[in-house]
């Protein structure tokens, strides 16, 4: 196959994007410039095309002559951004590279997208036709980006294939860093009960579902839930993590109100100085939103089947936290 990958300096992006020249896949990765991250690439066996994501010019040279795009690239939650930012990357960036991508002879783009479209889970677990809820800019602009690639898939005759993945984790993720590291140093507080669901999907289990979105005939114009084959409450995963950095299990608590509100007094004041907060009210939401998902269409239809369980993936990644000196 010869594909593009998009985001491919990020965490998600890239370990896809390594995952598909192992195979023997012919990648290009679509990268803003070189880096250091894009060097790694290169000495993966990955051509990088120069360009940006809202540049139609370079989005009509990287797709020209590829099979299959995996769009991972996208806007995530930053302080000081306005939402046109978001919109731009997470919606209308979507639609330029399928149009880019139907004119060049792709054949199927596959959309990454995100469970945070279902927003808070009432009545876990939820399937694909669960409600769509959206709770911040991030996941609206998802949406969007989702109805976006719906419409240019029927307009332009390409297939599109959306994915949403839950919470993704494993060597290189940065953004569970803080739980593991919380855990590991004997120093994590849980606001709440800590009895929500909590669903991860491991690095390595996500990648092979992108793979089978973008390969598998079924396929073709679908959407997928990819997540692990385990749920479990935030309680059991945080004892799962102080079981595997070998540490007692966490057992302080605080109310969740008052650290929510402290959370919007800090946007309130930093956002407009376009300062980084030091508490948003979404990781509050990490203590108060259930994400538990059903990923049986994704089994039943193209196989989808994780490997990695939670323990094991959780160990792997304290493991790669350790060699960076992380924890």
């Given at each position: 196959?010869r594909?593009?990958v998009t985001?491919?300096?990020?965490?998600?992006g890239?370990h896809l994007?390594r995952?598909?020249a192992?195979r023997g896949d012919?990648v290009?990765a679509?990268?803003?410039?070189?880096s250091?991250?894009?060097g790694?690439?290169s000495?993966a066996?990955i051509a990088?095309?120069?360009?940006?994501l809202r540049?139609?010019?370079?989005l009509?040279?990287?797709?020209?002559?590829?099979?299959?795009?995996?769009?991972?690239?996208?806007?995530?939650?930053?302080?000081?951004?306005?939402?046109e930012?978001?919109?731009?990357?997470?919606a209308?960036?979507?639609?330029?590279?399928?149009?880019?991508?139907?004119?060049?002879?792709?054949?199927r783009?596959?959309h990454?997208?995100?469970?945070?479209?279902?927003?808070?889970v009432?009545h876990p677990?939820?399937?694909?036709?669960?409600p769509?809820k959206?709770?911040?800019v991030?996941?609206?602009?998802k949406?969007?980006?989702?109805?976006?690639?719906?419409?240019?898939?029927?307009?332009?005759g390409?297939?599109?294939?959306?994915?949403?993945?839950?919470g993704?984790?494993?060597?290189?993720?940065?953004?569970?860093?803080?739980?593991?590291?919380?855990?590991a140093?004997?120093?994590?507080?849980t606001l709440?009960?800590?009895?929500?669901?909590?669903?991860?999907t491991?690095?390595?289990?996500?990648v092979?579902?992108?793979r089978?979105?973008g390969?598998h005939?079924?396929?073709?114009n679908r959407?997928?839930i990819?997540?692990?084959g385990e749920?479990?409450?935030?309680?059991?995963?945080?004892?799962?993590?102080?079981e595997g950095?070998?540490?007692?299990?966490p057992?302080?608590?605080?109310?969740?109100?008052?650290?929510?509100?402290?959370g919007?007094?800090?946007?309130?004041?930093?956002?407009?100085?376009?300062i980084?907060?030091?508490l948003?009210?979404?990781?509050?939401?990490?203590?108060?939103?259930?994400?538990a998902f059903?990923i049986?269409?994704?089994k039943?239809e193209?196989?989808?089947?994780p490997?990695?369980g939670?323990r094991?993936?959780?160990?792997?990644?304290l493991?790669w936290?350790r060699?960076?000196?992380?924890?």
């Amino acid at each position: 196959m010869r594909v593009l990958v998009t985001g491919a300096t990020g965490f998600t992006g890239g370990h896809l994007a390594r995952a598909l020249a192992a195979r023997g896949d012919t990648v290009t990765a679509l990268v803003r410039a070189q880096s250091p991250a894009a060097g790694q690439l290169s000495k993966a066996g990955i051509a990088l095309a120069i360009g940006d994501l809202r540049d139609t010019a370079a989005l009509a040279a990287a797709t020209a002559g590829v099979d299959v795009v995996y769009h991972i690239a996208a806007m995530y939650r930053q302080a000081g951004l306005n939402d046109e930012v978001y919109r731009a990357v997470n919606a209308t960036a979507v639609k330029d590279i399928i149009e880019a991508a139907a004119r060049g002879g792709v054949r199927r783009v596959v959309h990454c997208s995100t469970v945070g479209v279902h927003g808070d889970v009432e009545h876990p677990p939820a399937t694909e036709d669960a409600p769509l809820k959206p709770g911040d800019v991030y996941q609206v602009t998802k949406l969007e980006g989702e109805e976006l690639a719906r419409d240019a898939a029927v307009r332009l005759g390409i297939e599109v294939t959306i994915a949403r993945p839950t919470g993704i984790y494993g060597p290189g993720d940065r953004r569970l860093l803080k739980l593991f590291r919380g855990v590991a140093r004997r120093r994590w507080i849980t606001l709440g009960a800590g009895e929500i669901y909590y669903h991860l999907t491991f690095i390595d289990d996500l990648v092979e579902g992108f793979r089978l979105c973008g390969t598998h005939p079924a396929a073709a114009n679908r959407t997928y839930i990819l997540a692990g084959g385990e749920v479990t409450t935030l309680n059991a995963l945080v004892a799962l993590v102080a079981e595997g950095a070998g540490v007692p299990v966490p057992t302080r608590r605080l109310p969740v109100w008052p650290i929510w509100m402290a959370g919007a007094a800090c946007e309130a004041i930093c956002g407009p100085l376009g300062i980084e907060p030091p508490l948003y009210r979404r990781r509050v939401d990490f203590f108060t939103k259930s994400r538990a998902f059903d990923i049986t269409r994704a089994k039943t239809e193209i196989g989808f089947a994780p490997r990695v369980g939670l323990r094991e993936g959780i160990r792997r990644t304290l493991d790669w936290y350790r060699t960076q000196g992380w924890l």
